[in-house]
Structure formats: C-alpha cells, structure tokens
T-cell receptor
C-alpha cells in the first residue's frame, strides 16, 4: 500500500527562493526520511527525523514532522541550481523491513 | 566515502531471457535491498536481505525473482524469465544497522527488455 504522498508533484522556482515540499503518510512510523535523486542517479539520503522529533535542521534543509497530522515538510532555503532534483520521502514503520516511499516532488531551480 | 556500486549500468536483454544484476554494498553494512523505478517515477521496494536470508519481499518479487549473496561482497538480483514490464531502473541499497536507518544507494542498472 502507498504510504507517503508528496505534494506538489512538481515545483519550479527562481534561484535564491525557498522551496517547500510536503509529505503525508497513513500509519504510525518509527521515522521519516528524505532523499534526493538527481536525474539518472541513485537516491541520496538527506535527513532523518524520528517520530518523537518535531523539527530538524541540516545546512539549508529544515524538516518538520507532525505526527498528529501524519505529515512532514522539507524546506530548502536559498535554493541553488544544483538543488534541481526529485525529492522523495520514505517512512520506516516498526516491524517492517522496508521503507515505504512517496511518489516524489520534482524540483526545478531556474537560474 | 564508501559507496554502493552496481554493474552493469545498462543491460539489454531479450524477453524470456535470464538476467543477473550485480551490486557491491558498502563493506560494513548488514542490510541489503533491491528497488526498482520505472521512468523516474515512484520507487518500488522489491526485497530486503539480512543474515543471508530474505527478511521481507513485496508482491512484485514473485517466483521469477531471486537474490543471492554468493560471497562476502556481492549481492545479486536474478530475474529468471524477463518480461517487457520488467524494463526499469533497478537500484541496490544497503544500510549499516537496520531498515530504519539511512540507506545508501547505487546509481542503478537500467534494464531494457526487448
């Protein structure tokens, strides 16, 4: 079953602006992870937020988690052309040996 | 920085043929995974592998699929009799201590079935 759903499906912004992507999920989670995928490449782990955490920062990335709404957001501040990629959320559910993936947000940063 | 390597980068195979996709996970990782992705869309879980056995598999991972860790470094995915719908990118991933931890991905094998 599909767990994570990102929105928007696609986002195009100017370089320097902030980009916000959202992820919703259905069941209780152990943690939620965000990954980036550049065109034709594998996925790269960006950040992990545990179910008892509400916010986490890593460089220009800020992730929030609202377990009552079963949603998370990824904010990229001061976007750069190199941030152009697809971004996926994935949830880790207790007693599951797999991450459950969303459909991804395709982010385009215009120079 | 250690990385997951996959070979070949592109595999073209006739329908009905067997194909083996190869992966070398990061050396001190204990959990291994195969995913597939069709045309840059959703990432689909296929199978997870730990302690020399399958720990979980999806509905996609039917009898045509098998995985093996033939030695201490390689992790392979075999598709016995390929179908046109098996055309996709196949990604191998590994994690150090468990499925809840960040996974490290290879750059994938593009499988094209003719």
């Amino acid at each position: 079953s599909q767990q994570g759903e990102e929105d928007p499906q696609a986002l195009s912004i100017q370089e320097g602006e902030n980009a916000t992507m959202n992820c919703s999920y259905k069941t209780s989670i152990n943690n939620l992870q965000w990954y980036r995928q550049n065109s034709g490449r594998g996925l790269v782990h960006l950040i992990l937020i545990r179910s008892n955490e509400r916010e986490k920062h890593s460089g220009r990335l800020r992730v929030t988690l609202d377990t009552s709404k079963k949603s998370s957001s990824l904010l990229i501040t001061a976007s750069r052309a190199a941030d152009t990629a697809s971004y996926f959320c994935a949830t880790a559910v207790d007693s599951n040996y797999q991450l459950i993936w969303g459909a991804g947000t395709k982010l385009i940063i215009k120079p | 920085e250690p990385e997951v390597t996959q070979t070949p980068s592109h595999q073209v195979t006739q329908m009905g043929q067997e194909v083996i996709l190869r992966c070398v996970p990061i050396s001190n990782h204990l959990y291994f995974y195969w995913y597939r992705q069709i045309l840059g869309q959703k990432v689909e879980f296929l199978v997870s592998f730990y302690n020399n056995e399958i720990s979980e598999k999806s509905e996609i991972f039917d009898d045509q699929f098998s995985v093996e860790r033939p030695d201490g470094s390689n992790f392979t995915l075999k598709i016995r009799s390929t179908k046109l719908e098996d055309s996709a990118m196949y990604f191998c991933a590994s994690s150090r201590t468990g499925p809840y931890q960040p996974q490290h991905f290879g750059d994938g094998t593009r499988l094209s079935i003719l």
